[in-house]
């Protein structure tokens, strides 16, 4: 029966399967579900909004929770819009076109601020309003479409099959252009990424080609809170070692700065001077170290290699001066890492691995920067970091507007007495 002619479930009325419930969403999860509350358990409902009374089709009963679709929607929110992409709830690549723009930056910021309240048990953690991006579509430098029996495009929301897109809001024109001469080609199977004409054909790239510049320059003003000077630090950061350095995106910034550089960022005149004197910079994909190595960056190591091999040696083992840890100059660094080193990490999605974490609290650095793309990762590594580091800020980035995903950028200094 359909939802709009079936009675809606209520609390007297236990949920199944298949019912239909009506639910009032007062909040919105990481991830983009609305959330409400029936029946003594937690409703997970896509596609809803804060302030959204809906009637839903459960889909899935657990003990504590239950998740429901098929949406109906019977008193909008304030903030309900309506999706100018007519893919929209069949592809699932976005979860929140439904809403104003302004909602969306309230919901992940207040997402990033529960989630290192509820994971890694930091009260009143210093989390900034998020980053806006100038624009919520459009901006997509790259995508990767699939390709089945000559159809292109996106993976459905339950990832069963495969929507046919003619045309992407979130990708620039020149990758839409991509996907247009794509699609005329009829390919019967595969995967396909398009890019602009200015970005590297070869891996990993920063995807929003509108906040590339800003990404990075937040970055660097927040520098002097991770690498003070040494009337704040009893010594300061004079080295860098970058963790999942990809292509050199941050590397080539952070390498040709000076502290006069950073002081008009941060606002702090500074004598001038170059900021770091070494820096090294480790990446697993050897492509991404064909091209950081292209860059020519001055006083820079780019070491080849995961980080769960390399990361040790380099920190604690007798034979790093056996390492290639020259840079791409001719210089060759220090063999091991000093303490006055800030410790920067851009890892996967995974977070930090078990064994990397573990290498990292067995030094104490002069500050860490770690950037995340997903706070719930990011949340339990800081977990474990709060125990030797203290955290200063954490400024979300919206990189990937009308999407569920959140970066982040947060900054550690050493707790009194570590260094």
Not at 318 to 343: F, K, M, N, V, Y
Request: net charge neutral; with cysteine; proline share 7%.
């Amino acid at each position: 029966m359909p939802a709009s002619q079936s009675t809606p479930a209520t609390a007297a009325a236990p949920l199944s399967y298949g019912s239909t419930i009506r639910v009032d969403i007062a909040s919105v999860a990481f991830g983009g579900d609305g959330v409400g509350r029936l029946d003594g358990r937690v409703i997970f409902i896509p596609f809803t909004a804060v302030g959204d009374t809906v009637d839903a089709k459960v889909t899935e009963v657990h003990p504590r929770h239950a998740k429901a679709g098929n949406v109906r929607v019977v008193t909008p929110s304030p903030a309900r819009e309506t999706a100018p992409c007519p893919y929209y709830t069949q592809c699932g690549g976005c979860q929140y076109q439904h809403m104003s723009y302004a909602e969306e930056l309230r919901l992940k910021t207040q997402q990033v601020r529960e989630t290192f309240t509820r994971i890694a048990k930091i009260k009143e953690a210093n989390v900034l309003d998020i980053l806006p991006s100038p624009e919520p579509y459009g901006y997509r430098n790259r995508i990767t479409v699939h390709a089945e029996g000559g159809r292109v495009g996106f993976r459905s929301t339950d990832g069963r099959r495969l929507v046919d897109i003619a045309r992407c809001l979130l990708a620039a024109p020149e990758v839409n252009q991509s996907l247009e001469t794509l699609r005329k080609r009829r390919p019967q199977h595969g995967h396909f990424s398009l890019r602009s004409s200015d970005i590297p054909r070869s891996a990993f790239h920063q995807s929003n080609r509108l906040l590339l510049d800003s990404f990075s320059d937040q970055v660097l003003a927040l520098l002097p809170q991770a690498a003070a000077s040494g009337q704040s630090r009893a010594k300061a950061a004079r080295y860098c070692l970058e963790l999942y350095s990809g292509g050199g995106f941050f590397t080539e910034r952070i390498a040709s700065l000076t502290d006069t550089e950073i002081s008009v960022i941060a606002g702090t005149p500074v004598p001038p001077h170059r900021r770091f004197e070494h820096i090294w910079a480790i990446e697993q994909d050897g492509r991404l170290v064909l091209d950081a190595r292209r860059k020519k960056m001055p006083n820079v190591s780019v070491l080849e290699g995961s980080v769960e091999d390399m990361l040790g040696n380099l920190l604690f083992s007798s034979d790093a001066d056996t390492l290639d840890t020259r840079g791409s100059d001719g210089l060759t660094g220090p063999p091991l890492i000093p303490s006055e080193t800030l410790l920067i990490a851009d890892p996967p999605r995974e977070g930090l691995s078990s064994q990397v974490l573990t290498d990292i609290l067995r030094q104490t650095f002069a500050g860490f920067i770690y950037i995340s793309c997903n706070p719930a990762t990011l949340a339990r590594d800081a977990a474990k970091l709060s125990d030797q580091y203290t955290l200063k800020v954490v400024q979300p980035v919206d990189m990937f507007p009308r999407t569920a995903q959140i970066e982040c950028i947060s900054v550690w200094e050493p707790k009194t007495g570590t260094l």
